[in-house]
Every structure is written in structure tokens, then in C-alpha cells.
């Protein structure tokens, strides 16, 4: 199995700050017939369930803001938060979907507080 | 409108099954998979299966496999998940999600399952 693993497990940033949280797979999740990373990130705030953010490692899903931005290939992924608002407050979590079809792995999850 | 509607609360007791339902609207149900996804208080998401609703083919985490089964009913569009021998560490929140092309982009707003003598 793909264990993926984040870092930090939490993270406190001032408002307006740039807030970076990695995420590292086991194995490379980069499909070389199609040069895709099979990676996405979600969001989770208190209370509700998980929001997809990005997918293929740098693709924003639709109405995310832009302040959101994902990189990496292969083995080391990045999620950055270019300007940290109040209402980013959550925990974020990688998740590779490269595995056999229908065999999925989520991160530990990293916490994100204002400092 | 696109949502995942999931079933209410369950209160169950160790060694009890439980099955929680996930019905779909607004979209093409066969089109998609979908995957089941639970929480434990205060603790990570945790995988736990996929189906999908084209063909019914499943594929569970290993730690589940023998107590977990996932189905569809196409003419509902509805995804169920049945997890038996329930012990107070199956306590959690149980979401579904639908999954394309390996991501989850549509989310059920869970169902929370204790376990408790």
C-alpha cells in the first residue's frame, strides 16, 4: 500500500502569511503514460466534511481562490496558501489515487491555525 | 441540484451490523464511482472502499476486508455500506463521496455511527 505522509502535523500562520504544508508518498504516484500525479488535496473545516481543493497535483478545482496553489511530482508534493485568510482556518489533507482503481490513501492531515 | 444525501445517526451495539445509505441526485449515478470514507472523533479521514456504480466492481482497505460491503441500487441511485461486527473503535463519522477520475469531488455530509453497550 501507498502510506503517505504530511508534515507538519500542525502550523500556525499569521493572517496574510504565506502557509506551505507538504505531503510525501511512499511511492511515486507520477503515471508516466500520461505524466500525471495522481495527488489531491482537500480541505476539512470543523463540522464538515472535506472539500476537494486541487487534483493532478496543481489543478484547482473550480471556485477554489487562487491563494491556493499545489506542486511537486513523484514522491514530494507541496500545498501553498499564498496569503493566509481567517477563513482558512482547517485541516488539509493529501490523498493519492495512483493505487490499483478504487484503492485510496489520505495524509494524516495537517492542522492550519492563525498565529 | 448535485448532492450526496446520506441516512441519519445510528446508535448500535458491539458485535451489531450497521448499514448507512448514500443517495445520489443530480447526476448521472452510473457515471461515477463511489467510496466510502470514515472519521473517528478528533481523528484523520480513513479510506475505506470503493464501488463503482457502473458495474458494482468493489475494492476495500485491507484492515476492513471480511466485515465491509459496499452496494448500489442503480434504480435509486442510491450507494449503501454495511459494516458488521461493530466494535466501539468503528465509532465515527461515515461519509461518501463521489469519486472522479480518483479524486472526491462531492461529499455527503456523513452519518455518525456509535458503538456503545
Known amino acids: 500500500d501507498i502510506v503517505m505522509t504530511q508534515s507538519p502535523d500542525s502550523l500556525a500562520v499569521s493572517l496574510g502569511e504565506r502557509a506551505t504544508i507538504n505531503c510525501k508518498s511512499s511511492q511515486s504516484v507520477l503515471y508516466s503514460s500520461n505524466n500525471k500525479n495522481y495527488l489531491a488535496w482537500y480541505q476539512q473545516k470543523p463540522g464538515q466534511p472535506p472539500k476537494l481543493l486541487i487534483y493532478w497535483a496543481s489543478t484547482r478545482e473550480s471556485g477554489v481562490p487562487d491563494r491556493f496553489s499545489g506542486s511537486g511530482s513523484g514522491t514530494d508534493f507541496t500545498l501553498t496558501i499564498s496569503s493566509l485568510q481567517a477563513e482558512d482556518v482547517a485541516v488539509y489533507y493529501c490523498?493519492?489515487?495512483?493505487?490499483?482503481?478504487?484503492?485510496?490513501?489520505f495524509g494524516q492531515g495537517t492542522k492550519l491555525e492563525i498565529k | 441540484q448535485v448532492q450526496l444525501v446520506q441516512s441519519g445517526a445510528e446508535v448500535k451495539k458491539p458485535g451489531a451490523s450497521v448499514k448507512v445509505s448514500c443517495k445520489a441526485s443530480g447526476y448521472t449515478f452510473t457515471s461515477y464511482g463511489i467510496s466510502w470514507v470514515r472519521q473517528a472523533p478528533g481523528q484523520g479521514l480513513e479510506w475505506m472502499g470503493w464501488i463503482s456504480a457502473y458495474n458494482g466492481n468493489t475494492n476495500y482497505a485491507q484492515k476492513l476486508q471480511g466485515r465491509v460491503t459496499m452496494t448500489t441500487d442503480t434504480s435509486t441511485s442510491t450507494a449503501y455500506m454495511e459494516l458488521r461486527s461493530l466494535r466501539s473503535d468503528d465509532t465515527a463519522v461515515y461519509y461518501c463521496?463521489?469519486?472522479?477520475?480518483?479524486?472526491?469531488?462531492?461529499w455527503g455530509r456523513g452519518t455518525l455511527v456509535t458503538v456503545s453497550s
Open positions: 490523498q493519492q489515487y495512483y493505487s490499483t482503481p478504487g484503492m485510496y490513501t
Open positions: 463521496a463521489r469519486v472522479r477520475r480518483g479524486n472526491f469531488d462531492l
